[in-house]
Structure formats: C-alpha cells, structure tokens
C-alpha cells in the first residue's frame, strides 16, 4: 500500500469512527469530523511530529482543534495513535468518560479545551511565540479552524498578530465545510474570499481540495518550507464527506447519525479499519532559558512612604524574572500604566507586547502556559471584560494563568466610567478555581506576586491607579486566603473590612470612631477569593455582629458579597454594604470617592449607625 493510499484509508477510518462514537453517544458532531478527516489523516500520518508518551516535550509539534466541537476527529486521532482503547473509545460523552463533549486537558495530549469558537488559532499564536521565541525549537504549531469561527474577531486579532511577528511556524488549516449550524457560512465554498483576506493580512494562503489527499501533503509541505510568515491552507471539504445521506446537507450539524443508520454510514465507509500510525517523534534540541546573569532586589518601600501598587506590580514582576527565568510577561499595549514595562526593561526575551488585542493576550498567555511557562498578563481591570470568555475558558484548560488589572474603581480620577474596572471582582471571583487578590500597599503588593509566580490555576491582582500609603513592612506575610486586622481591641463595637484603596479610608473612619467614643475593628481583606471566614466569623463574633464592608466596586459580586458568603453556614451578622451604586462621572478621585459613600465620612456614618440601630434594638427589646 503506498503512502497516499494508507493516508486515505485512515482518512476513511476517521469518519468511521466519528459515526460509530457519536452514535453510541446519540449525540456530538460526527459531520463536522467527517468534513476535516483527511486533512487531520495526512497530518497525522506524514507531517506531525509528537512523541505521545512525553506530551510536555518542548520539541513537540502542537495539534490544535479550533473546532473543538469535531472532538470525535480527536478521539479518533488517538486511536489511530494506539493512545486509546476500543473499549475506552467508545465511551464518549458518557459520564466519567475522558472523552468529553469537547476535548479538554483530562487527555495529556489535549493542551487546551476549545468549543469556544475563535479561541484555538489565538492560543495557537501563543504556542508559537513561545516556540520561536522563548524554547527557540523547530516545533510547528498546526490548528484545524472551521470555517464559521472566520467570522470571530478573535481569530483575526490572531491572524494579525501572527503575521506581524513573523510566524512561520504556525499553520491554520481551514476545514471550509460550507455549512454553519443553521446553514450556508458567510462565504460559502468561497475560498478566494479566505484567501484574499489572509493575504492582505500577511500570510500565506493555499487553496487546496481538501479531500485531495495529494493536494493536502503538498500544502503541508509548502507551509512547512515557508518563511517570514505563517500559512494558512483554505481547504474545500464537504460536511458528511463519505455517507450519501448526510454528505453536504443543512441539518445535520451537532447531530449523531442514528443506531440503525450507523451501520449503512460505516458499510459505505469501507467498514471498520484499525490502521494504527506510528507518529514521528521531534529531533530537533531545544533551548533552555538561563537564569539571568544579573539578578533584581527585592523591592521595598518604607512605611509611611506612598506608592501606587500598580507601580509595586512593576517593580516585583521584574523581581520575580529575575528569580525564575520560567516568568514572562505579556501586556496590552498599557505597558507604561500597568508598569509591566519595568519588567520589559529587565527581561525584554521574556517581555510580550499584545498591543490592544485583550482576547488575543489573554490566548497567547494560554498557549505559553501549555509550554510550561509562567505567564503574568496586564491591561487596565475594565478591558479583562473584553477577553473574559478567554479567561473562563483557561480555567476549563486547568491553565495556570496570572492576570493583573490595573486603574480599578472610581478612583482612577478623570478618565470617567468608561476606563473604571467595576466588574472586575465580580467576574474573576466567578471563574471556577480562581483566586483575587486585592493589595493596598506596595509590600504587600511584592508578596502577592511573589506568590502568585508559583500558583495554580487563575489568579487576579487588582491594582490602585493612585500612589497609596505603605502600611506594612517588607518582611510582613500574607498568606493566600488570608486577611490582616489592622486595628482592634477587646471591646471593638464594629467591624469594618475594607481592601486596597479602601483600606486608608477605614482607618481614617475607625480614627474618626474613635474620637466619637466607638471602637472599629478594621480588618484588610486582601484576599478576596478564598476570602478568610475564620478571621471574619471571630470579628462578627467579638464585634457585636455588625460588619460594614467597603468597597471600590459595584456592590453586585465584589468584597461585601463574599463576605456575606463566609457566613452562609452560620448565623449572619447585619452588614453594611458600602459599594459604588450610581452611574460614576468624570471628577477628582476624592471627590468620586466620597460622590459613591465609600470614603472615611461615609464609613463613619454607616458604622455609627449600625452601632446605633443594635443599641436601640437592645433596649427596646430589654436586651
């Protein structure tokens, strides 16, 4: 059998086994796996290098499924490869069952989860970039598109960016099946249209018959021997390829070939083959980054000194790079505001400029974590809400991801409502596994990024516009999940609990209390997720059950609502939930501060009246 007769019979076994799967499973995309068939056979045959039993391998070429929902072509994929039993094959989509829905990293040689469309070719560029340019390898990055994702702005912020930095070691194969989920794409068979467009943007293009098993061999090879940019093969393909009764016809999207059907598609296929691919594994050595030959000192800042923690951000992330060569840093064009430029400076082989392309950052910070790096990405705390798909979907991806928004809250002055993050708290709090961080001072800023370089799973730093006072001193802990009570004593009336730019605020109202005969415990929740219930439950507790919370945040989701939540299990305390409320404007950050009631007056008057308000219930009741 030659080579081209063996790809094609794998090609056949491919659809075979999307059908049989799917129809076991009565539900998936068996047409859309059908559709790419060929072009993932002659990958996987003749052009993919991946040593299957070391899956980090640097050297690795990576398989993306931009079309995650083909996840059937996947599973079949690594049947072919001897990785999956017949009997764990069949499977799919069953509870328990590794073989999900959508391929997520439960699989080791799943990178990423995809079925989000638009995300795979963004995170493809970021596997690239760290290929080329941090592990310096010959790894080729390969990503199967569908033709309806085209439409998403995403894949073509990555399609840009892959063409300014010059990545020749990218490759999008584009699965041009003609048919959507309701119908007729964009373009339709058009494949000029695709290729037009990837031109101008500086790839390129080869139109290919995509079930031309020929056509499909030379393409990879063309894009292989490109240099100076990436390539895109626009292939013709037909959804249903191989069963008459499907073959390129509306309806049939996300819907299993039935039972009884089943058996007449595989007959038609040629039947059940078991051609088993002995994948070529990578040579090429790579590159190991060495650690810096000049190494940073800790940052510190005396108490009573100010500093702005997005400035401690900064200075730390550069700290932290110069102590882990495994740290990079990736920014949106805000480098000079998030002070990630320090860390620019001092590590420019590490340093990543995404320029205003959020979803296309927050994807390449994906890609590179796949790589086993350490990736920080920074933008102002309002523009995370422009990639926040991407950030819900690296959780799904078990990533490792560590994310900074700066200029948070009302607080950032003049700029008006528009650059204000007030979701911010609220969103990353709701990403499954997450932890938020909120600090208010720079020391304590150095020792949640020093933390953050070794954590697991997604992290959020918020950080203040405004240069704020060190309260604590350098070698002061702060534990993730942790809390500091700043002021107490045995006969505390309230309770206030406040984080970053809040945090000056409380202790001015407690200071204020204080000269009024009422005595404020103030506690700095600079872990807002997980939020530190046993602190809080004790000052409850020895408070008299009166809380006020305050926050630089809309009240929806932020501080006040996961300290309400650390009560769930318990008696509740009556709080106070000081939070912006109204439509902010344009003004002096003091003036915007105390136009929301989050200022040290208004902290004060909430908490005079939740002491109040307890007193009189006591004796009207004979308490």
């Keep these: ?63 993306v499924f931009s079309k995650g929902h083909a996840s059937p072509l996947v599973y079949a994929l690594f049947r072919a490869a001897g990785m999956i039993s017949e009997e764990e094959f069949m499977t799919y989509r069953q509870f328990g069952s590794r073989l999900q829905g959508h391929p997520v990293p439960v699989l080791p040689w799943v990178d990423v989860a995809t079925g989000s469309l ?132 509306e309806g049939w999207h996300g819907k299993a ?122 933008t102002f705390a309002a523009f995370i809400s ?35 993050g007030l979701e911010d708290l609220a969103s990353l709090r709701a990403i499954h596994g997450s932890t938020v961080l909120y600090p208010c001072d720079g020391n304590q800023t150095v020792a949640l990024v020093e933390q953050m370089a070794d954590l697991d799973g997604i992290s959020y730093l918020r950080t203040t516009r405004a240069a704020t006072p060190v309260l604590y001193d350098t070698g002061e802990e702060f534990p993730i999940g942790g809390s500091k009570v700043l002021r107490s004593s045995d006969g505390d009336d309230v309770t206030i609990v406040a984080a970053g730019i809040t945090v000056p605020e409380a202790l001015a109202a407690a200071d204020e209390l204080q000269a009024g005969g009422i005595r404020a415990r103030v506690i700095d929740a600079y872990s807002v997720k997980p939020i530190d219930a046993e602190t809080l439950h004790a000052a409850a507790d020895a408070t008299g059950a009166r809380i006020v919370t305050v926050e630089d945040h809309w009240a929806e989701g932020g501080l006040g609502e996961a300290v309400l939540a650390a009560f769930a299990d318990r008696e509740q305390p009556i709080v106070r939930l000081l939070a912006v409320r109204e439509m902010p404007s344009s003004g002096k950050p003091a003036e915007l501060i105390a136009a929301a009631g989050i200022d040290a007056a208004h902290i004060a008057d909430a908490a005079r009246n939740l002491v109040s308000a307890r007193e009189l219930t006591a004796i009207t009741t004979g308490g």
């Excluded at 859309?32 to 640097?58: C, I, Q, T, W």
């Excluded at 990055?141 to 439409?151: F, P, T």
């Excluded at 700290?319 to 990736?330: F, N, R, Y």
Aim: hydrophobic content about 40%; aromatic content about 6%; glycine content about 10%.
């Design 1 to 63: 059998m030659t080579r081209t007769e063996r790809q094609r019979e794998l090609g056949q076994q491919l659809r075979a086994d999307a059908v049989r799967m799917s129809a076991r499973a009565t539900s998936g995309h068996p047409t859309s796996s059908m559709s790419a068939a060929d072009l993932a056979a002659v990958l996987l045959e003749g052009h993919l290098k991946y040593d299957f039993d070391n899956p980090r391998d640097p050297r690795n070429d990576r398989l």
């Design 118 to 249: 638009g995300q795979g070719l963004p995170i493809g560029v970021g596997m690239a970039l760290a290929g080329k340019r941090l592990n310096r390898t010959s790894m080729h990055v390969w990503v199967i598109c569908g033709d309806s994702e085209m439409a998403e702005g995403s894949m073509w912020e990555a399609i840009e960016h892959a063409a300014f930095c010059e990545l020749d070691n990218l490759t999008a194969i584009i699965d041009v099946n003609r048919l959507g989920q309701r119908g007729e794409t964009m373009y339709g068979w058009d494949l000029g249209a695709y290729a037009r467009r990837l031109d101008a943007h500086g790839w390129h293009a080869i139109e290919i018959d995509g079930h031309d098993i020929d056509a499909i061999d030379s393409a990879y090879r063309e894009a292989a021997d490109t240099t100076g940019r990436p390539t895109a093969i626009v292939a013709r393909t037909i959804k249903g390829k191989g069963y008459s009764a499907v073959e390129n016809q």
């Design 257 to 378: 070939i039935s039972t009884e059907e089943a058996e007449a598609a595989v007959a038609e296929l040629g039947g059940v083959r078991n051609v088993l691919v002995v994948v070529a594994k990578p040579d090429a050595p790579g590159h190991h980054p060495q650690q810096d030959a000049t190494r940073r000192d800790r940052p510190r800042y005396e108490v009573g000194s100010e500093i702005a923690t997005r400035k401690a951000y900064g200075d730390a992330l550069a700290w932290i790079g110069g102590q882990d060569a495994d740290v990079v840093a990736l920014d949106g064009e805000v480098s000079n505001s998030t002070y990630a430029e320090i860390f620019a400076k001092a590590h420019p082989d590490r340093f990543f400029e995404m320029y205003i392309a959020e979803q296309q950052m927050i994807a390449a910070a994906v890609g590179m974590q796949a790589l086993g790096w350490k990736p920080f990405a920074s």
């Design 386 to 420: 422009r990639a926040y798909d991407f950030v819900r979907m690296a959780a799904i991806s078990r990533a490792n991801l560590r994310l900074c928004g700066s200029h948070a809250g009302v607080s950032i002055g003049e700029d008006g409502p528009s650059q204000m």
